[in-house]
């Protein structure tokens, strides 16, 4: 009886129970199995007894040092070691983002996709080490499956959205076209279905945790690279300036932070320091102001990626826009005016270098907070003195995010792309009306001039 007011209420701690030894725990499993719906205190997840073994399963990248480095470097002491190694491979990828912007648009949606896949890896893994140890059923495989799903979803509605007029006229992609959503949706059913046939009576809550699990890593990390994607259509300079101020704020702020940091800023990361942070604020809004002004000089990065059925394939030129011609603005300081030429889209880098510096951090101390929960150090150990590709791009995804939807509600104007694809998808009277209607539009406009 006690043990059923215990399941009832659950107002009794199982410590405090009065049944013991072997009739004691025959009776506990009895009434466990009796429930397919209750599971007990061991059973939560995640466990804190496998929580050090998860820790010790996975890859930690800060302190691994490749051997010339390790041998180089060997009489530097431990913290001024880790400034020179974090150092080198800052450049390194530094370096290797540059040129990634020289190989163009589709290069760096690549490296997008790679990165998300990569971030994606990082992240299950850790999920991945519950299922190795409880012997849970197919929840890698479910993962994968539902990447692949979601990014045939999302990659394909920016394919339609920025080529729908090209793929139309091909007979064969008209029907994915048409009925994108409806396979997506079919897709993930299957995936769904699957799940459920794969649960097993005893891990019900910790299955549903990692469904859970994969699904909310699939909301960080796909949905946020699908809005990369669209911010790099609109003008690779909505993506290159983002991306550098993160960079640029996270740099600065651990050099600020290095030499002068002495006040901590948040428990989630004890190393962080106000100093760090306003420092890093401050070179963050000066470089996003100064990057800006010298990117708005080149159609390369200010017009928007769009497909050219003249020529058949992608362009980047164009004339360019409000946002990135000169306009005269008239300051006064102490009584003292001047006139200033600037590009207006300087003043939305402020707004941009403002949110990266001062909310885009938090990306940073919600990974810590993750990480600190399963004791680990990083995500993983592909980069040397720096963790793995997550630890570096926890940043990124917010502020992706934000530029997007900075862009639909500032920036972003009707594209004749997507009205386009749109009216290609409707039957042939409904476009005849429509054509008709623009004809009567614009024969009443040329004749009121």
């Known amino acids: 009886m006690a043990e059923v007011r215990r399941r009832k209420g659950e107002d009794e701690p199982l410590e405090d129970t009065a049944i013991s030894g072997s009739d004691g725990a025959n009776k506990r499993n009895s009434a466990a199995d009796s429930s397919d719906h209750v599971d007990s205190e061991e059973e939560k997840i995640p466990e804190e007894k496998f929580v050090d073994e998860l820790a010790k399963n996975l890859p930690q990248g800060t302190d691994k040092t490749p051997e010339i480095l390790d041998s180089a470097l060997k009489d530097l002491p431990d913290r001024w070691k880790n400034w020179v190694i974090r150092g080198i491979f800052t450049w390194i990828m530094i370096c290797g983002f540059a040129l990634i912007i020289y190989g163009g648009p589709l290069a760096l949606m690549i490296t997008t996709l790679l990165v998300q896949v990569k971030c994606f890896q990082e992240i299950i893994s850790i999920g991945y080490q519950v299922y190795r140890i409880h012997g849970l059923p197919w929840f890698r495989s479910l993962s994968w499956y539902f990447l692949l799903t979601s990014n045939y979803f999302f990659y394909g509605e920016n394919l339609v959205d920025y080529f729908g007029v090209v793929i139309n006229r091909v007979e064969y992609l008209k029907f994915l076209v048409t009925y994108h959503r409806f396979l997506s949706f079919a897709l993930y059913i299957i995936g769904f279905v699957w799940f459920v046939l794969s649960l097993v009576k005893k891990y019900y809550i910790k299955q ?19 809005l990369i994607i669209q911010n790099i259509f609109e003008g690779l300079i909505w993506f290159i300036v983002p991306v550098s101020m993160i960079v640029c704020n996270d740099v600065m702020a651990y050099v600020f932070g290095f030499f002068f940091g002495r006040t901590p800023l948040i428990q989630l990361s004890p190393k962080k320091t106000w100093e760090g942070f306003i420092g890093g604020g401050f070179a963050t809004v000066l470089f996003g102001i100064l990057f800006s002004y010298v990117l708005c000089n080149y159609q390369y990065f200010i017009c928007p990626i769009q497909y050219s059925e003249e020529l058949g394939r992608m362009t980047m030129s164009c004339v360019p826009s409000y946002l990135f ?15 200033l030429n600037l590009y207006p889209f300087i003043w939305h880098s402020i707004s941009l270098s403002l ?28 980069i040397p003195g720096h963790g793995g590709i997550m630890d570096r791009f926890d940043c990124q995804f917010l502020m992706a995010t934000f530029v997007n939807v900075y862009i639909s509600s500032f920036i972003r104007t009707p594209s004749p792309a997507k009205l386009l694809t749109q009216i290609y998808n409707l039957k042939p009277d409904q476009q005849y009306q429509i054509y008709q209607s623009l004809k009567d539009n614009l024969a009443d406009m040329l004749n009121t001039t």
């Open 325 to 339: 011609t000169p306009q005269e603005y008239s300051l006064k300081l102490f009584g003292i005016g001047k006139t």
């Open 208 to 226: 549903f945790s990692l469904f859970a699990w994969t699904h909310v890593s699939l909301l960080i990390v796909v949905t946020q690279s699908y």
């Open 355 to 382: 949110f990266s510096s001062i909310i885009g951090p938090f990306g940073g101390f919600f990974a810590s907070g993750f990480k600190r929960a399963f004791k680990i150090k990083d995500f993983g150990d592909m």
